[in-house]
């Protein structure tokens, strides 16, 4: 008898425990904040900003407000191999397809998002010969989703300070750096 009773109970226990919620994957709170990209180059050097509002619902639904396609530009000259080289580079960031899911993965939370980043630009090059600059091209350049969605973003670290993902692409004259910033706070209720 005390058999039966111990294996009803194991398989009650398990029976518990592996029953998934819905409850579970929600956040019980509502949330506000921003998701901010930060692009920058290392030559030519420059830097542009564009950012989102998140709201994220106590039931987990997640809205993001559109945000406005930005434009970026830099220009900057160095030595490279003995040739003095300048490089001007000017476009837009253009954000779109924005969805977000609220998940709980090894017992943390986490706000998965995912986007269509678009980066639509022109490049010209000169280089100095004597007593002018000679252009060497003027090339037009595209370039979609320079990170892998989704992206997964910590609701812990973003509360406390912020929660990041970012990455790096390198072609022949620099750097190009892509840094995603989740801040949130609670809403609250008066």
């Known amino acids: 008898m005390a058999r039966i009773i111990l294996l009803v109970s194991l398989f009650l226990s398990l ?16 949330y506000t904040g921003l998701l901010t990209l930060e ?13 989102t509002q998140v709201d994220i619902s106590s ?21 490279i191999e003995n040739d003095r080289i300048r490089i001007r580079e000017e476009g837009s960031i253009s ?12 017992g943390k939370e986490y706000l998965l998002v995912n986007l269509t980043c678009q980066l639509d630009g022109l490049r010209n090059v000169w280089e100095w010969d004597e007593y002018r600059w000679i ?19 910590r ?14 692409l390198t072609d022949n004259w620099g750097i ?13 209720l008066n």
């Open 15 to 30: 029976l518990t425990a592996c029953d998934k919620k819905e409850d579970d994957m929600n956040p019980g709170k509502d």
């Open 39 to 51: 692009y920058t180059r290392t030559f030519p050097t420059f830097q542009s900003v564009v950012s």
């Open 59 to 79: 039931s987990g639904t997640v809205v993001f407000k559109q945000p406005p396609v930005t434009a970026f530009s830099g220009e900057s000259e160095k030595m």
């Open 95 to 106: 954000i779109s397809m924005l969805s977000g899911k609220w998940d709980k993965m090894d």
């Open 135 to 153: 252009q060497l091209s003027e090339v037009p350049y595209s370039l979609e989703n320079p990170l892998a969605c989704p992206m997964s973003f």
């Open 155 to 168: 609701i812990d670290n973003a509360l406390m300070s912020e929660a990041v993902c970012g990455g790096s």
């Open 176 to 188: 190009n750096c892509f840094r995603w910033r989740l801040v949130l706070v609670p809403v609250s």
